[in-house]
């Protein structure tokens, strides 16, 4: 007897793949499926800009003026709008709102490892390849689960590394709750989504006809093959991808032509500030929660500065400086940065000593202390939690974990740490370990 035919088999020869209306990396129906309910708590989205490859705490936000050459690098720290707060001359746009956000500057993560470290950052726990716990975005779409024809977690940029899980996916949630991935170039005349655009020569009594084939199609499967738990899962999501994929409010919200070209303009005409402005179309849109990879030079890791970190730095600051304003601003005039945590961070920050590397002077890999911000949303802002010694080393006072920043972030979305799944016969929680920042609140 011949083996089954798969569901996406029979899909794509009816002309209606999932494939086809998925995006890059998993199935559409997958991103919709969120299963728990939610609790009464007030409703918070996410934009999370990272610096994937770990920026430079130093030359950004704890600066260390007195210390020697070699420390302290080329940039001069400048008053910002917040009393006693200096950051680098790099970023005026950033130091003119810095009353929008709150900085940590005493972060610190167990691991110095590019993949491991970005795993850790999205989900709070440390890495483990058969077991690996879920993104708070993806326990956001299973403990807050939408019905909105919009995806609920989206990523902007493929941030995985080869030896490594794909950061902030679903992990022992399962593929139901890993994001929706856009690897499109947002600043690109001609950018689209085009698994939101229903194609020209297919109108609605086609894709009606296509639901009726899809259910005929899954009454013969479920009768030559077991239902396991992933084909219940495309199962119930399968129609809802359908449904996404004629939803005019999504084909809106990824349509940067709407914006005016001043608006374009203040975010800066490359793809990190068109990517943060399609970040708040999302969350405008219903998105609950968008990760942004905070810019693309040379290869994923861009902000892995281990030789000629001044001359990226020269390129790479003026971009984060007005993107990240201009997001701030643009959220708070239209009334969203109360209900938008905005977070910007690495997965760890730089060391203290600049290197003599062959092509230029660098930084390499430092977990022991870095720094991230945190604005809107609801936390308290315009704060610096949380200090460096004197060469930006190490914590010497309020020490933040990973973990405690994953914890804060849970907090601000009113999600449950504590929440089991079973997984290979144990009982794991979202969230291991970690205590939220009570001064934040």
């Known amino acids: 007897m011949s083996a089954p035919i798969s569901r996406r088999a029979l899909l ?89 956000f709150s900085l940590i500057r005493s972060a610190h993560s167990y691991s110095s490892k590019h993949g491991e470290g970005d795993v850790h950052i999205m989900c709070g726990s440390p890495v483990d390849k058969n077991l690996q716990a879920p993104g708070i975005g993806a326990v956001l779409s299973k403990q807050q689960p939408q019905t909105a024809a919009i995806p609920p977690f989206v990523h902007l940029g493929d941030m995985k590394h080869p030896a490594y899980s794909a950061p902030g996916y679903g992990g022992i949630l399962g593929p139901a709750h890993n994001p929706f991935l856009i690897e499109q170039n947002p600043n690109e005349p001609q950018f689209t989504v085009k698994e939101f ?61 709407r914006e005016s070209s001043q608006l374009r303009d203040s975010y800066g005409r490359n793809r990190v500030g068109q990517g943060m402005l399609l970040a708040r179309r999302l969350i405008e849109a219903g998105v609950r929660f968008v990760t942004i990879q905070g810019y693309v030079d040379t290869g994923i890791y861009a902000w892995d500065h281990h030789w000629g970190i001044f001359s990226h730095l020269d390129r790479q600051l003026p971009i984060y400086d007005s993107s990240y304003a201009a997001l701030l601003n643009d959220l708070e005039d239209r009334g969203l940065l109360d209900s938008t945590l905005v977070i910007t961070a690495g997965e760890f920050g730089r060391t203290p000593r600049i290197n003599t590397h062959a092509r230029g002077p660098g930084r390499d890999h430092w977990g022991g202390c870095f720094s991230l911000t ?15 010694d004197k060469y930006g080393a190490t914590p010497v006072d309020r020490p933040v974990s990973v973990a405690d920043f994953v914890a804060t972030v849970y907090r601000v979305l009113g999600l449950n740490p504590h929440a089991e799944v079973t997984a290979q016969g144990r009982r794991l929680q979202m969230l291991s370990s970690g205590r939220a920042v009570d001064e934040l609140f």
């Open 374 to 388: 945190l604005g809107g949303g609801g936390v308290k802002t315009g704060r610096v939690i949380g200090a460096s």
């Open 12 to 100: 794509g020869w009816g002309g209606l793949s999932v494939g086809a209306i998925a995006p890059l990396g998993i199935t559409l129906p997958a991103v919709l499926a969120s299963e728990a309910s939610g609790g009464s708590h007030k409703q918070i989205s996410v934009i999370f800009m990272f610096l994937q490859g770990g920026a430079s705490q130093l030359d950004m936000y704890d600066m260390k003026p007195a210390a020697p050459a070699e420390i302290r690098g080329k940039y001069d720290p400048v008053s910002t709008r917040v009393p006693g707060l200096q950051l680098s001359d790099q970023l005026p746009r950033v130091s003119a709102v810095a009353d929008k």
């Open 197 to 257: 655009d229903t194609a020209a020569n297919v109108g609605a009594h086609r894709l009606d006809d296509r639901k009726r084939l899809l259910k005929s199609l899954d009454a013969f499967q479920s009768a030559g093959e077991r239902q396991l738990e992933l084909g219940l899962v495309q199962d119930r999501f399968t129609e809802r991808a359908l449904s996404l994929s004629t939803s005019r409010r999504a084909k809106n919200a990824f349509d940067l032509s």
